[in-house]
């Protein structure tokens, strides 16, 4: 497949102009046509934001038109999970669980403040955003946000698909953490480091 | 069949309820079942005020069943509908808990408000509605998981809005604070380790009769956790 | 440890008319000369598959459950001998925010917890607010706020019926219930700047006058209104599917229902006739004419039966508000409540001061309590709001219609077949977000 672990390296590094030729370009494109137009999304709706994922669906926004009107509720037969709503610790697993139980290939549509960030809830019950918990391709950002917002989203989303190369991922460097190095930061140190306000007990912002 | 018509034991002569205006803060008509339940038991009931146009009882927290019982089943006052049980806790730490039950009588149109004081160093316990009314099962398990408050006489006190295993506190308490006691890293990662398939309650499993194949660890955890309560 | 056995006695159903023209379900075991075979036979008699009851698990990842709901159901079988609802898996701390927010700040989280009834919700937090505050509003201001309470029940009751339809299978009523949906979030849009999360009211009168035109565009859609609804009705009411999905099913009689804690289109399903706007009434309700829907059975069908009928009323109560809407002031003349106009608060001192005051801290209300209920399309919904004189509330309390009547779901659905209890719990009409807050 063109990956290559070179000895003493930490790095894998891909050769993409080795691997490419007409046929596969044209194969890949066939391909990730088919699948950025039909999309089927997997709506994990919680709250606002699933109502108006709705009102997208319906006849008036239309999503059917983007090949998405066929809602899988069942992740094992999805390609996008739109988490639609705001997503408390009570529910994180599950929508973790949700997500690995999706098949590759799979993409993540985060919709909505309180996705995307914990909207308004910033308090003791909400998740800040669902990227802690699962990898997302686009947010869009809205309370909740326009049936246009969201299929502007669903739009990148579609770009980004276009965009995917099977062969040669240029995009992702594989890099094998090296525990002995002088420069090694465990992961639960790195989650204290990355907390903004740091402890929440800390209450340092201004209005509570 | 025949329709339940509220305000039936007011008589076909009563006037129809209309919007109140020009409330009074304080003052104003009681609703005549304080003076009764003053009366009828005169060592439960502490005092009343009406508040906005509402009638507020305060009671002994002990006697909350036996009075919430009589009213719903007095002929005169026929309370025979839950609103509402909540809590309240004052900004003042040295103000007691407050215990709330909001009743109202379809009968007779009437509400009341039923409050009990609670001491926040004390033990915090006070007597289940559930043998009086079948609303109260999943308002006291609220009021437990953000309160804290027991309820004796509950037959199922567990938590309901946060997940069993929360070990954070009681988040309405007022020295709870707002994002909670620990990072949010470490309130994630908590959260994640909980197995969702994995949260049955000892109740499920047993129905299930899946317990005696369960790992003798799991088993007597779950078994701990029941009788420990909530952390 | 030994399972607990229960089975129970199960309706099976196929609707036919009984002896009084009156549909119901009847047995399918009928014998070769027409007799009932079913009821006859002592339970022992049932085939026994020798099997333990199966423990299956509803949510909270599933379609049906309008929301995050998880039921875990105890099965023999296909029917359902127990029922353990779990809520909590959309707690967001609503009432814990609510002791650190201003009166106002607080109404755009009322928007969020029965986010299909939000207009309904600001106007149920206001109208607590100003009873805390001892502040009368103005004529319009009462005139709009029953207009926007009576649109909120039409468009929940429209989700209502979309997505009921679509859990028993069919389709069609959902696209033609959100089309109107559309309809109504352009007028929203037009008076309030949102679709969905309106933040409407003010404490003391509302965040917006309405636009010019938009009674005309009011008045037309409840022109329109009446024809979805009779299309749906032709399509479902007496459709032999719909039926027999629904009749019979969850039926509460009053005295269980009362005992449940029952409110809305539930309890009056089940015969009892309790409607806030008739017996608790606030912004002049009873000056309305208008009709409250009453059932005989309780049962899904009956609950069917009665929210279309109360989406009706609610088009006469709107056509009445609209030919009474006067003109005048939207907002309370009252400066420690209302900002001032902006034109003042740039130019006056004392304005800049009010409005100044009014930001930072917030309008005070005097120490008290509040309870004020109105009838949301869940229930009897109210905010409980504990004021200790500062301008952030002490306690803020929802009173959640849609968790008490989620709390009588086990009795509901006990003795009923797996495909019914997804058809009771759309009939209960919950919304999570206000079960969960």
Known sequence: MGLSVPPGRSSVTVDPPAQEGWVTTRLEFLVNWARANSLWPMPFGTACCAIEFMATAASRFDLARFGMERMSFSPRQADVLICAGRVPFKLAPVLRRIYQQMPQPKWVISMGACASTGGMFDNYAVVQGIDTIIPVDVYVPGCPPRPESLMHGIMMLQKKVMAERSLGKQEYEEIVVDPTSKLYIPPSRIDELAEPFGNSVHQTRSAP | MSVVLPGAALGPDAPLPVTPRAIPHRGGAPNPSAATLAARFPQAVVRHEVIWGDTVVWIRAESAREVVRWLRDDAGERYDYLVDITAVEHRDALRPLEMVWQLRSLPYRRFLRLKAELDPAGPLVVPSLVPCYGSADWLEREVFDMFGIRFEGHPDLRRILMWEGYAEGHPLRKDFPLRGRLSRAEQLSRALAANPEARYSMEELTVADAFHELPEEMKRRLLAERRAGEA | ?437
């Open chain 3, 1 to 437: 440890m030994a399972t607990t056995r229960r089975t129970v006695e199960v309706a099976l159903s196929t609707p036919t008319l009984g002896p009084n023209g009156e549909l119901q379900r009847a047995p399918l075991a009928v014998g070769p000369k027409g007799e009932i075979l079913a009821p006859d036979l002592p339970l022992g008699q049932e085939p026994d598959l020798g099997g333990e009851h199966m423990l299956i698990n509803i949510g909270p990842q599933h379609p049906a459950t309008h929301g995050v709901l998880r039921l875990v159901l105890e099965l023999d079988g296909e029917t359902v001998v127990r029922c353990i609802p779990h809520v909590g898996y959309l707690h967001c701390g609503f009432e814990k925010i609510g002791e650190y927010r201003q009166y106002n700040q607080i109404i755009p989280w009322t928007d969020r917890e029965d986010y299909l009834n939000s207009m309904g919700n600001n106007v149920a937090f206001a109208l607590g607010a100003e009873r805390l505050f001892g502040v009368e509003i103005t004529p319009r201001c009462t005139v709009l706020r029953v207009i926007a309470m009576e649109l909120s029940r039409i468009i929940s009751h429209l989700v209502w019926l979309g997505t009921t339809a679509i859990d028993i299978g069919a389709f069609t009523p959902f696209l033609w219930t959100f089309q109107e949906r559309e309809t109504v979030y352009n007028l929203w849009e037009s008076w309030v700047g949102a679709r969905l999360t309106t933040s409407a009211t003010r404490v003391g009168g509302m965040a917006a006058d309405l636009p010019d035109g938009w009674t005309d565009g009011l008045r037309a859609f409840l022109r329109s209104l009446p024809k979805t609804l009779d299309e749906a009705d032709r399509m479902l009411t007496r459709n032999g599917i719909w039926v027999g999905r629904t009749i019979g099913l969850g039926a509460m009689n009053p005295a269980e229902a009362l005992d449940a804690g029952l409110s809305g289109p539930l309890l009056r399903a089940s015969g009892v006739a309790y409607d806030v706007r008739k017996d608790v009434p606030y912004l002049d309700y009873e000056t309305y004419d208008f009709d409250v829907a009453v059932g005989t059975k309780g049962d899904v069908y009956d609950r069917y039966l009665v929210r279309m009928e109360e989406m009706r009323q609610s088009v006469r109560i709107l056509e009445q508000a609209l030919a009474r809407l006067p003109d005048g002031p939207v907002n309370v003349d009252d400066p420690r409540l209302i900002l001032p106009a902006k034109h003042k608060a740039t130019t006056e001192m004392e304005s800049m001061i009010h409005h100044f005051k009014l930001v930072m801290e917030g309008p005070r209300p005097p120490v008290g309590e509040v309870y004020v209920p109105v009838e949301s399309p869940k229930g009897e919904k109210g905010y409980y709001m504990v004021s200790d004189g500062t301008s952030k509330p002490v306690r803020w309390r929802i009173r959640p219609p849609a968790f008490v009547n989620l709390s009588a779901i086990p009795r509901m659905v006990e003795g009923h077949l797996l495909s019914d209890v997804i058809a009771i719990n759309a009939s209960i009409d919950i919304v999570m977000g206000e079960i969960d807050r």
